[in-house]
């Protein structure tokens, strides 16, 4: 079937580009892939609604603001993220590192601890053992200062019965002599950690033992006889008694000053501030998210920061209605202190948050804070710490009585805050904290029927204090690492495509062509692969075990949905490599530019089957209609069948009308009410009558149509 814009797009003027929505699934470093395939996406299509989470928020967000700047003349929007992966390897800063490295500076109060922790990123079980300790008797020198120390202590005394030293400098020098040789062997031997045997690891004592029965015999005068295989023994068992301890005490004060510095940081290594003092060096992950976004959307960061507003346009109905957005951007975050999940902008009906001022100011540069408090000023508001028009009469405080800010209304939210509380990465990245009233505490409701007595203070407010509870927001990949529910109708007007990213198929090599996977019919992407458990020794059994259930409870729900039609067509697929995305901040050059190509290689795939100019001619559209079509006529009817003996018992009628009487519904509303029974009551005689074929018509696996909360 050939489609020509026309067809896909009813009204499409001469000129105008098609639309399509797009969702991106996080993985922190993972984002390199996504700026090409945006860039690429962008030559064919105008995006209309935008999502992700974690990683993947970001990336939604360059292209909302690149989107944006394309509406409103900033025509190299694109361009300019395109050139994304390119910056991100750029070498720079202290120590030389890519700038996607530098994005990820840590406090200082666990600036050694990351240091520890990045030398294990990507490393095998023992190599990252043999590297984390390294690094940290690197960093944490004074207890390799300690290890020395107690095992002077212990060896000089074997050493001093050896032969006869004129005094103890003798002993001493022998001592460190042997003890010189251990470290470097040591040394090296952590660092073959991961080639390690049973074989390696006896030529390797061997080797040790040796060397100190030669400088024992050479240098300190032992005798040649019986004595020496004790002697050697007893200065080996100090040796390394020695260094457990110093490593055990070393072990112990990093896991210590560690908890103590994320307790301290919100839970995380970095804030996502700039931490280095050079006024050139690289900036922090936030400082730049925000420069960036104001750079593509082509505003200048002194007038403002971007925010919702400026994406939905001036339409008043954009503030409620997202059909209505120019452009519509919405990110994953999750509240693990209310174990739920929110999508930013916060629904209709949502709560109100609020945050204290300093805590925020550790986590966002000044111009974010500003802006958080510009719609007070706008509306009215004769100073600073006046409510926004909304906020209830009541003072705000947390537990500890400090007086609390309302975060702003949706469309006064900077983009940079909703990405940022998208991308808290569990330790990593610190929690956003925010605070919300909790209504069940008996404490807030006589609060709040003490400000409506209308009693007021000189100040003109409510007496009534509100005690807002802390709420932690971490990473929205906790509970979706892959939206696919937003944007989702059952009629779809314009394609809503979404990338995944995921370990590479054994049958389909990355090297033999499987970096890329579009289905191109009804058959393909209905089944799913997974691997084969690690279940070879209890450890990496054990281990593997646990990861598969956090893996599980984050994915569970994105992952069911993927062989399902109307998704899995539309769901490009990269694979990557064990080094390439997740954790790596210190990905190499070769690997950016790898992901970024791949990201490329996935627009042409969507491209070629979707776009009416590509070499399928829109197929895929063509067909992604007709399965949706199906999907819901088959739904449809399901719920026409199943409601009929219902409906013609009369028992919803009479509940119409108690709503009226109720005064919930208008006379006017209960007519209608009742007349959408009557034809959902006729269409369900009709299914029946046609014998219900249409369910059976629909692809497979079948999904049902419920009622399901808002996210």
């Known amino acids: 079937m050939v489609m020509t814009p026309a067809d896909s797009a009813p009204g499409l003027g001469e000129g105008e580009m098609l639309q399509c929505d797009l969702i991106m699934k996080g993985g922190i470093t993972s984002g390199v892939v996504y700026p090409r395939l945006i860039a690429r996406l962008a030559e064919k299509y105008r995006f209309r609604n935008i999502g992700g989470t974690s990683a993947g928020a970001i990336a939604a967000a360059g292209c909302a603001a690149a989107e944006y700047g394309r509406q409103h003349n900033n025509h190299g929007a694109f361009d300019r993220l395109r050139e994304l992966p390119d910056d991100l390897q750029q070498s720079m800063g202290s120590p030389q590192a890519s700038m996607l490295f530098h994005l990820f500076q840590p406090a200082p109060e666990v600036r050694k601890h990351f240091a520890v922790l990045v030398s294990m990123l990507n490393l095998g079980p023992l190599h990252a053992a043999g590297s984390a300790l390294l690094t940290m008797l690197r960093q944490f020198r004074g207890f390799a200062l300690l290890g020395l120390v107690l095992a002077l202590l212990l060896i000089v005394p074997i050493v001093s019965v050896t032969g006869p030293y004129p005094d103890n400098g003798g002993a001493i020098f022998v001592s460190l002599v042997i003890l010189a040789g251990w470290a470097l062997w040591s040394y090296f031997g952590l660092r073959r950690l991961r080639n390690l045997s049973a074989g390696t690891f006896l030529l390797w004592l061997v080797a040790a033992i040796a060397f100190t029965a030669l400088v024992l015999v050479l240098l300190g005068g032992a005798p040649l006889d019986w004595r020496l295989p004790f002697l050697v023994g007893a200065v080996a068992i100090a040796t390394v008694l020695s260094a457990a301890v110093a490593l055990g005490i070393a072990g112990a004060k990093f896991v210590k000053t560690l908890l103590a510095g994320i307790h301290k940081n919100f839970y995380g290594i970095c804030t996502g501030r700039t931490m280095n003092k050079e006024p050139t060096g690289p900036k922090g992950l936030t400082d730049w998210l925000m420069a960036y976004f104001n750079e593509l959307a082509g505003l200048k960061l002194e007038d403002r920061v971007l925010t919702f507003g400026d994406l939905w346009g001036a339409d008043e109905a954009s503030k409620t209605n997202a059909a209505a957005r120019d452009i519509n951007l919405e990110v994953m975050t999750t509240a693990i202190s209310q174990q739920m999940c929110y999508s930013i902008p916060f629904r209709d009906g949502c709560p109100p948050f609020y945050y204290d001022e300093d805590e925020w100011s550790r986590l966002f540069p000044a111009e974010v804070m500003r802006a958080l408090r510009e719609p007070h000023r706008a509306e009215g508001a004769k100073d600073d710490d006046r409510r926004d028009p909304d906020e209830p009469e009541e003072h705000v405080v947390n537990a500890a009585g400090k007086r609390l800010r309302r975060l702003p209304r949706n469309q006064y939210l900077p983009v940079v805050v909703a990405v940022r509380m998208s991308l808290s990465f569990p330790i990593l990245l610190s929690a956003v904290s925010l605070y919300s009233v909790d209504w069940s505490l008996k404490a807030n409701s006589k609060a709040k029927e003490q400000a409506s007595s209308g009693s007021t203070t000189v100040a003109g407010r409510a007496p009534g204090v509100l005690t807002a509870t802390r709420v932690w927001f971490s990473d929205g990949g906790i509970g979706s690492n892959m939206p696919l529910h937003f944007f989702d109708a059952p009629l779809p007007g314009h394609p809503t495509f979404a990338v995944n990213l995921k370990e590479p198929h054994p049958d389909h090599p990355i090297e033999e062509g499987g970096r890329i996977y579009l289905p191109d019919s009804n058959i393909g992407g209905r089944i799913r692969y997974w691997p084969e458990p690690q279940d070879a020794s209890p450890t990496s059994g054990l281990i593997g075990f646990l990861l598969a259930i956090v893996n599980t409870m984050q994915n569970w729900r994105d992952e069911i949905q993927f062989p399902y039609p109307g998704y899995r067509d539309r769901i490009v697929q990269i694979s990557q490599r064990k080094d390439e995305g997740g954790l790596n901040l210190n990905m190499p050059e070769q690997n950016i530019r790898a992901l970024s190509e791949a990201g490329e290689m996935a627009a042409e795939a969507l491209i070629a089957r979707f776009h009416p100019s590509g070499t399928q001619a829109g197929e895929g559209?063509?067909?992604?209609?007709?399965?949706?079509?199906?999907?819901?006529?088959?739904?449809?009817?399901?719920?026409?069948?199943?409601?009929?003996?219902?409906?013609?018992?009369?028992?919803?009628?009479?509940?119409?009308?108690?709503?009226?009487?109720?005064?919930?519904?208008?006379?006017?509303?209960?007519?209608?009410?009742?007349?959408?029974?009557?034809?959902?009551?006729?269409?369900?005689?009709?299914?029946?009558?046609?014998?219900?074929?249409?369910?059976?018509?629909?692809?497979?696996?079948?999904?049902?149509?419920?009622?399901?909360?808002?996210?």
Do not use: C
């Not at 509940?655 to 009410?673: C, E, F, H, L, N």
């Open 621 to 711: 559209w063509a067909n992604h209609e007709e399965v949706r079509l199906t999907t819901f006529m088959g739904l449809l009817e399901r719920i026409g069948v199943s409601l009929n003996a219902r409906l013609h018992s009369g028992t919803w009628s009479s509940v119409t009308q108690r709503v009226v009487a109720s005064r919930r519904y208008s006379i006017r509303d209960g007519k209608a009410a009742t007349d959408y029974l009557a034809r959902l009551q006729e269409m369900g005689d009709a299914m029946i009558a046609n014998g219900s074929k249409l369910q059976g018509k629909a692809l497979k696996p079948r999904a049902e149509l419920r009622i399901s909360p808002k996210i």
